[in-house]
């Protein structure tokens, strides 16, 4: 329960941490804003259009397939923590799993799912 | 209950205030200009001094002055938010990027339970007698701690991903975009990879997996998590090097490419704050490394009663026990300064990837091999 607490009390203190530095220069730093130093910085040309560009399809391929291995690994490893308890059959089953997967990611590396141009 | 919450505060005040800012903000200093200047032949930062201080007032001091002054800095500076920015967002997320930068230092262990009776030393452990263990050297004592972490650290990447679209400019969108994808990337392996220790050791408490990588395999090699798991700990150091967008991995802020990436366009404290936090994730990746893979804590063939060569019940060496307790905080301190140094060499020494060449080396190469040495460990657990 204590650790729980502690938990939550080094939440609140980065929370109150974090907003003290960011407020620090709000209120010591000058304001005197012009043009040029309201303007995106482009290396020197006009900045033109809107820049939330349409994203590269690529990053939803990341994203996808981050989501497929990271469930993946919610499941290992709670059986990680026990394998040592259930012995080799533990492992054949956990063999499965991973095989799957591991098919799972040769499909995806051989329609080019992962190819970064 | 008073007394605890006070305890829990005075812990964070002396690890985050006491530890991990000053080494991070030193490392800015000492790794990232000196290091950098002498591996480059240049002098580095040798002009500040603090002359407020009689005596000290000629001395360049390796340029700890400047570092003070770069912090005083950023405070007198403009704070500049570019128009059509959503200002909102462009407020809250330094705070954003320095919050898990701050609380996933909560399940650090710097040391074993303080035992207030006897300690017997038994198969490579301390067993505390007639007496109690009080949790003075960790924040918290999770028995989910190393999975505490991996949801810390994949809270991070909102940090990087909402700077770059809050700032509405093009090169803070590309590396927001780059920052994101690359640390959702390294996460799987990071994850995976550390699958084996987590095997081997049967738990997730990183106090317990420090205590379990006291025992000495046939007497004489300590079992750490790089005897045991020595790919799993390059795979680790490399996932864990591209999370914080270190090194030859930082693609997202390339700076002949996209200037500063996704803050470019963040000014004064705000800039300062999104820089000390990757420095603090920095050498909490020095730590984490250390706590997993380097024996944590542990000081080789080192007892609570001092100093063990071999299983034996008596110590060969006997040592009082804050000596053994200020050996092992030292010993922790500098395995994760060795990590940093480690960390700065590289950054130093390679050049930087190309992006297709970072994925490729997350996707194809270490989520690959961090499977194969998942299964393989299993099968050796298994049969043993």
Known sequence: ?117 | MLTDILLILLKIVAVVLLFAMPIGSLMTLLGDRKQSSMIQNRVGPNRARLSIIPGLGRLPLVGIPHFLADGLKMIFKEDAIPDGADRTWHNIVPAMALFPAIVMWAVIPFHDHYCTGEIVVQNYRDICVEGQTRNFFSIANLDAGLLYVFAISGVSVYGAAIAGWASNAKYSLIGGLRSSAQMISYEVSMALSVAGAILIYGTLNLNEMVVQQGHLIGGWLPMWGIVVQPLAFFIFLGAMMAETKRAPFDMPEGESEIVAGYFTEFSSMKFAVIQLSEYVATVFVGALIATIFLGGWQVPYLYGDGFHFGNTPTAALELPYWAVIALRIGAFSFKTIFILWLQFMLRWTLPRFRYDQVMNLGWKIFLPLSLANLVITAFVVAIL
């Open chain 1, 1 to 117: 329960m204590i650790d729980h607490i502690a938990i939550l009390i080094i939440f609140i203190f980065a929370s109150i941490l974090g907003a003290t530095v960011v407020a620090l220069s709000v209120f010591f730093g000058p304001k005197n804003p012009n043009r040029w130093k309201k303007t995106v910085y482009e290396s020197g040309s006009e900045p033109f259009g809107d820049s939330r560009l349409k994203l590269d399809i690529k990053f939803y391929m990341i994203a996808i397939s981050f989501i497929m291995f990271d469930v993946e690994a919610v499941f290992l490893i709670p059986w990680a923590v026990v394998a040592k308890k259930y012995g080799l059959y533990g492992f054949a089953v956990a063999f499965v799993f991973i095989t799957i997967l591991a098919i799972g990611l040769v499909y995806e590396w051989g329609r080019g799912g992962l190819e970064w141009d």
